[in-house]
């Protein structure tokens, strides 16, 4: 199941940039989060591939969305200029960007090359 964050759980979940100027990752696991907005048509086009790809990789991954136009400051902190856009968060080392509706075996390429997950 996905997970839609607020400023407050970004900070307790994926990274404290109140606290850290340095990229420090507060989660157990690899995630990747959705940035997105409720009008955007190719944001809901990625929702249902991105639940069964949490179902897929439960327990190995999480997948997190922030809705951009509730969280501006979140969408700002990264530079969110376009959505959907996934910030791909592996447990150790810096995250990754990626921009547009991306197709399915994208994000599971990304999940192995990026995060170190496979079903």
């Known amino acids: 199941m996905t997970e839609h964050l607020t400023k ?6 994926v990274f404290n940039y109140e606290q850290n100027k340095d990229w420090k990752f507060e989660g157990d696991k690899p995630c990747v989060i959705d940035f997105y ?9 990625v929702a249902p ?3 069964e790809l ?4 439960a327990g190995k991954l999480n997948i ?3 809705n951009t136009e509730e969280e501006q400051e979140l969408a700002s902190v ?10 791909f ?8 960007m990626a921009m547009g509706a ?10 192995k090359d990026v995060l170190g997950v496979e079903k």
């Open 8 to 13: 407050e759980t970004f900070l307790s979940k």
């Open 37 to 45: 907005a409720d009008w955007c048509q190719p944001c809901k086009m």
């Open 49 to 51: 591939v991105l639940e």
């Open 54 to 57: 949490s179902a897929d990789f």
């Open 64 to 66: 997190y969305k922030v």
């Open 78 to 87: 990264f530079g969110i200029r376009s959505i959907p856009s996934f910030l």
């Open 89 to 96: 968060v592996p447990s150790t080392g810096q995250p990754q």
């Open 102 to 111: 991306l197709p399915k075996d994208t994000f599971v390429k990304a999940f």
